[in-house]
């Protein structure tokens, strides 16, 4: 089963949402990301970390130091997406299964509670 593209921005502006940049600031670059093809789990996986790096910060996201960090858990999400690790988070969100939603975003690299809390969130809108 395919993630919704919804679901794929959500997560995409979670997990580039830490270490003190809002939520609403990454949900407000989604249209540049996706034209850097950055919401594209496809090109994403296979991407070089250096040009996943240049290309967020083309998009607006340029964290300095960070931005490298970034690009490689955007990576992990995205190879995780590829390999259908997160197929049935949409269900659980549906169901209202926070705790098993939850739960299942942690097993992705480099997503841990206030990234999973913030998709929670984004998912449920």
Known sequence: MKLATRTIESLVASVLSVNSYPLEKSWSLLPALGKSSLTDPDFVAGADPG?????????????????????????????????????GLEGLVAGDKK??????LRTVNGIGTAVAHNAWLLLRV
Not at 57 to 74: I, P, V
Not at 99 to 104: I, Q, V, Y
């Open 99 to 104: 705790e098993k939603a939850l739960s299942l």
């Open 51 to 87: 040009d996943v790096t240049v290309r967020l910060g083309q998009s607006g996201y340029n964290r300095g130091m960070l931005t490298g960090m970034m690009a490689e858990r955007l990576r992990s999400l995205m190879v995780a997406v590829n390999a259908g690790t997160l197929d």
